[in-house]
């Protein structure tokens, strides 16, 4: 089994924005770049300012335009906490929305925000809609989600601990995310352990090739300036090259 990581690697992936843990990612998997690791549809963040959120996912599906699911099972939503309760944090609570793209209202609002965060919860990733921003934000609890909407019309958990389709990716239970205003990404678990190093790397590489050469134009002719680029690029490449094994 895949050891989860510690604390302070979560702290650490943390503390990098969700494109730079890509370009740490894209060094050191054996998957496609364009798999279903990186969200394909248009997400927006509504607390850009809480910077990015790391966690695990724990999942339910929803369908606010239903009424008949709570009839159907008065102790949804009871059972939909104990699950998220039984699961060790940090979590992302990832919800499919059955409604979409319509969002006829969403579970998501000041009041689920303030329970899931008391159960260890960091933030959604929420295919539909959201409502109660300030109160959100206020409760510390970040939201991803297409759009804002008004009401709650019939929200009641669906199923829960299952694979969801959301913004044009699967997430199952148990796998780390890393989200911000740029989106999220689902990290494979045979990548996690090797990540933080890999983002670290990487950005770090940027620092002392691309961006340094790019920032030390003054003075320079454009040819100069042409060269000094392409010296970084190859620089940037064969750092990678040498610590990754490939490009």
């Known amino acids: 089994m895949t050891r989860r990581l510690s604390h302070a690697e979560l702290l650490g992936l943390k503390r990098w924005n969700t494109p730079t843990i890509y ?116 409760a510390g609890f970040k939201a991803l989600a297409r759009r804002l909407c008004v009401g709650h019309a019939y929200s009641c958990p669906v199923r829960w601990n299952c694979e969801v389709d959301v913004f044009g990716i699967k997430v199952k239970p148990g796998q780390l995310i890393h989200a911000d205003k740029h989106g999220f990404i689902v990290i494979p678990k045979e990548d996690q352990s090797q990540l933080l ?8 590489n940027e620092c002392d090739t691309w961006i340094s050469a790019a920032r030390d134009a003054a003075g320079k002719t454009t040819e100069e300036v042409l060269e000094s680029i392409l010296d970084a690029e190859r620089t940037f490449r064969k750092n990678a090259k040498v610590r990754f094994g490939e490009e």
């Open 23 to 138: 370009n740490g990612w894209e060094q050191i998997t054996n998957k496609e770049r364009t798999g279903g690791f990186v969200n394909r549809g248009e997400v927006s963040d509504f607390m850009p300012q809480m910077g990015p959120m790391v966690g695990y996912a724990v999942t339910a599906v929803f369908e606010p335009s239903n009424p008949k699911h709570s009839i159907k099972n008065p102790d949804a939503w009871a059972e939909y906490r104990e699950y998220l309760a039984s699961v060790p944090g940090p979590k992302i609570v990832v919800t499919q929305d059955l409604d979409h793209p319509d969002c006829a209202g969403t579970c998501w609002g000041e009041v689920n925000a303030n329970v899931c965060r008391s159960l260890g919860c960091v933030g959604c990733i929420q295919d539909g809609a959201i409502r109660d921003v300030n109160e959100m934000t206020n």
């Open 197 to 204: 190093e890999a983002a670290r790397f990487m950005d770090q």
